[in-house]
């Protein structure tokens, strides 16, 4: 098929997978936003960096939140009014939330976006696979290779709005004491009203409520598209639905539905650790450099973090082309490697020196990139994965992306080198979950479709 017969054959799939994938760059900035802002939003607030890392697990309640209210909501509403108003509402009430000195103020404002983000990260991905079916699988690595497009762009947005780490005059009143530590300093000499961070806020806001205009378009279009379609015969079965919450059950006719549920469990799994790992490090990244040995500067610890991103966005374009002309599961060996070798560089040193903090990040950010849309791609190759089992997954995604930045930010401020330690554990465990699983699925099924 050619590109001008493709257009024309789905060009209306496109446009919609366009605004998922701009959903997702959004909901990637968001997950970088906190993490790159945090020691400003602490000055803001004016309260102890303890207290103001306890915003991260805030927005992982209001994610679980948003996560729980998916599993129902599809059932009552259609998939493009859930994003449109999940879309605005995240996106407004992140705009509020840095404007306020109250920590219980923006705490407020973060939960209820954290919900709609949590319902926008599951239905996105869900929406995805409604509109490719079995076609997903690379149209899957795209949307998530905007999540990090949006994850490094945004620090770069944020860098020149954040304060230094101390006022420059201070210092200079401190050169007399230079053993008197930045603990000196409340705040690093800062006021609330020095704070800039709101502007960052602002925009990834906006465009987040932009966005939301599109699924409005889509809702109405939709609707248009059905009332020309003609009314199927009363005893022709169904055959598709409305609801892509709603598993196909006419997908479940040649595997005893228990085998699925077994290779679901791993991969809810990996789907718990990979959207937990790359928020981690999005979110405290920077914190964790700053207040490590490493002692970056805040611009610096964003600029580390960009680079993870970076790497873990633009391989994707290296590696989509390169399955057309290598075994996948070979090609996934290699990130699984790259993983490994990441945590050797990781736990002796990456909270000392420099050197191999940004070596383990870049690997880091090329290992993760496509490995879990290469497992869900995995299964799709045993069975289909209806929309309720890929609400399962993605829901074991957000519930990562919630526990573990809240478990890490809890050792932040007395033992930072924790992150790495943390971090490390958890790729070793992703590494075997995607090593395993296909050996699994093997067992289970005995008549793979297209396996490589």
Known sequence: MNLRNYLDKNGYKLIKSIFCFLTFMGLGGVCTLLGSSLLDIQIRIQQSFVTTSKLIPVR???????GLFSAFLGKFTNINVIMAITNFTGGFFLILAPWFTSIYTVAGFIYLSGISQGL?????NVYIIRIWDKDATNYLQVHHMFFGVGALIVPLITRPFLLPYEREDDIDNLKENTTQAFSSLPFGGYKPDDVMIEYPYLITGLFLCIISIGYVVFYFKDKRLESHVTPKNENEPETSSNDPMKSDQSSYHNEKPWKKYVAIIPMMLIANISFGFTTTVGSLGPAFAVKSDLRMSKSTAALLVTVFWTMFCFYRIIFIPLTLYFNQRRLMLINLLLILVSVGLMVPQAAYNQYFTWSSFVLLGIGYSPTFSVSFALLQKYFP????????IFMNGCIGESIHPW?????MEGFPQFFVYYLSGMCVFYVILNFFLPHLCNKLFNNPNNIN
């Open 385 to 392: 994965i209806s929309g309720r089992l890929a609400s399962f």
């Open 120 to 124: 926008f990260d599951i239905y996105s």
């Open 407 to 411: 478990l890490v930010a809890k050792f």
């Open 60 to 66: 992982s309640i209001g994610y679980i939140t948003g």
